[in-house]
């Protein structure tokens, strides 16, 4: 029975032990999301590469600069993942085609996401 | 009766529809493409010719480093073959700045632009990079005198001082509007910015031609500025206040004074397709056009 007791109070030790070496190792970090964005390949010729704009509300134009806050240039791939992404924000996404002469397209459809508020989850498992 | 009253009201909207297109005027369509300049212009050794109407400015720089490598350049073009190249020299201030008279003194200017900014160039940029004066900008455009504060002026500004309610990005450069001493940056009270947070950062927009308008009004003893890009409206400003009646010159400067780390870096950018009205907004894709389509835009957006 004493025994039981001390096997107890060893685990909930190392349980407290472990809980606050990782709350001192992790309490400095910023927990941001990010949002992982696709697309379809643009086969025109002249394809210079595409823009990522994204921004927390909707886009007030169809054409850029549209009132998006932030831009990305994503090359030639059609994919992006941007990053530094607030937890609890919905954030909105649209993309557009640049060609080799400079000239951009209107934007494709808007894709929004919400960023978990669980993001910090991520850096345990 | 009803079937007489419709065709009069049809006859009399054409009748001022026409009449409206013929009052507007267009001061200047320039796309670079017709013609070549003498040899000396704008701004190399003996300088001095005009070009078109346009003529150099500053002949002070027409031995400088920068200001005998501004002229027509094949290196881009929004259309046809050939932009205005606006040069300036690592380790120097100097460039070429062009001016057209405007004789017939117009109240209401547009001004509407292609401007292509490198970003073998421009990546340089450094907040407190572009500064004259410790002034941190660089003038753009000038209405009415270049050496005087009477005019308008747009000048391009980091994010270290440029004035916004919202915030001041760290690596920032946009336009920013100015009549006779009346500074954007400097007077809330006259600003109404579209975007208060970000403005439009030109940083963010390189390797890429923008179209960039201004509209310029005097009227009633006010100046007012409305900027433009890729049509649409970025800022809206209303200064209290002006010297001037009329518009008689202007000046597409590349008046720089370049300090810190982009010093040391050469600064090009181009203009293309120019078209100066007193009716607008002139919009994108007219006064020159492009010789090439947008692409289209990407499909099958999704995000995870």
């Known amino acids: ?125 | 009766m009803a079937k007489k009253i419709f065709f009069i009201t049809i006859i009399c909207l054409g009748f001022f529809s026409l009449a409206q297109n013929s009052w507007a005027t267009t001061f200047v369509d320039e796309n670079w493409d017709t013609g070549n300049p003498p040899a000396a212009w704008p701004c190399k050794a003996g300088c001095g010719a005009s070009f078109d109407g346009w003529y150099p400015h500053n002949t002070d720089n027409c031995s400088s480093p920068g200001g005998p490598t501004c002229g027509l350049s094949t290196n881009y073009a929004n259309s046809g073959t050939k932009s205005f190249r606006m040069y300036r020299a690592a380790n120097s201030t100097d460039v070429c700045d062009l001016g057209y008279d405007l004789t017939s003194n117009p109240t209401t200017l547009y001004i509407r632009g292609y401007y292509y900014f490198p970003s073998a160039d421009w990546s340089n940029f450094a907040p407190g990079a572009a500064s004259e004066a410790n002034d941190t900008m660089v003038h753009f455009i000038f209405t009415n005198s270049a050496q005087s504060n009477t005019g308008f002026r747009i000048n391009m500004r980091d994010g270290s001082n440029f004035h916004l309610s919202g915030g001041e990005p760290a690596h920032y450069m946009g336009f920013l509007g100015q009549v006779d001493d009346q500074e954007l940056w400097t007077d809330d009270g006259r600003t109404v910015m579209a975007d208060p947070v970000n403005g439009y950062n030109i940083l963010n927009h390189l390797d890429q031609w923008l179209c960039v308008e201004f509209k310029m009004q005097i009227a009633g003893g006010h100046s007012y500025l409305n900027q433009y890009v890729n049509g649409n409206l970025i800022a809206s400003s209303d200064y209290a206040g002006t010297s001037q009646s009329n518009f008689n010159l202007m000046i597409q400067s590349g008046y720089t004074n370049m300090t810190s780390s982009w010093g040391t870096h050469s600064a090009n950018f181009y203009l293309d397709d120019l078209k100066i009205a007193d009716t607008g907004p002139i919009g994108c894709g007219s006064g020159g056009g492009g010789d090439t389509t947008p692409p289209a835009a990407p499909s099958g957006l999704s995000v995870g």
């Not at chain 1, 990010?34 to 909707?58: D, F, I, M, P, R």
């Not at chain 1, 459809?109 to 508020?117: D, F, G, L």
Request: net charge positive; proline share 3%; glycine share 8%.
């Open chain 1, 1 to 125: 029975m004493m025994a039981k007791k001390r096997i107890i109070v060893l685990v909930v030790l190392i349980a407290v032990v472990a809980g606050v070496t990782f709350w001192f190792s992790h309490k400095d970090d910023k927990v941001t999301g990010s949002a992982a964005l696709t697309w379809n390949q643009n086969t025109e010729a002249g394809l210079a590469g595409y823009k990522v704009y994204y921004g927390t509300s909707h886009r007030t134009a169809d054409c850029p600069p549209g009132g998006y806050g932030n831009s990305a240039n994503a090359g030639k791939n059609n994919k992006y993942t941007v990053t530094n992404l607030s937890p609890g924000q919905t954030y909105y996404f649209s993309v557009t085609s640049v060609n080799t002469a400079g000239k951009e397209s209107c934007f494709s459809p808007e894709m929004k996401k919400t960023i978990s508020r669980f993001e910090w989850l991520k850096n345990i498992f």
